[in-house]
């Protein structure tokens, strides 16, 4: 089992920053790719951004440029820097463990953390 808890979601005006963080507790030696999705009122949950065991990143398009994903396995922590946001950007962010394959590729989820952006 893995858990995992966000923090760091808010209430920010079009063109601010918001730093998302997500820690990670229990078989975290089993953690593959690690990533943060969204999901807006009425559209599907979709990716946001990606980094494997290795740093390989993967970006949405419409974040390329102004989301940096980034990892620390030491304290098994995810963050995501969001900068130059927009209204289109408010969502209920939630973070995401992937397990290696040997375990399955199993999905783990946070419990979600809302980034309102104003105009």
């Known amino acids: 089992q893995v858990q995992l808890v966000e923090s760091g979601g808010g209430l920010v005006q079009a063109g601010g920053s918001l730093r998302l963080s997500c820690a990670a507790s229990?078989?975290?030696?089993?953690?593959?790719?690690v990533g943060w999705y969204r999901q807006a009122p009425g559209k599907q949950r979709e990716l946001v951004a990606t980094?494997?065991?290795?740093?390989?990143?993967n970006y949405a398009d419409s974040v390329k440029g102004r989301f940096t994903i980034s990892r620390d396995n030491a304290k098994n922590t995810v963050s995501l820097r969001m900068d130059s946001l927009k209204p289109d950007d408010t969502a209920v962010y939630y973070c995401?463990?992937?397990?290696?394959?040997?375990?399955?590729?199993?999905?783990?989820w946070g419990q979600g953390t809302q980034v309102t952006v104003s105009s």
């Open positions: 229990g078989s975290t030696f089993k953690i593959n790719a």
């Open positions: 995401n463990a992937r397990l290696l394959p040997r375990y399955g590729s199993r999905d783990y």
């Open positions: 980094i494997s065991s290795s740093g390989s990143t």
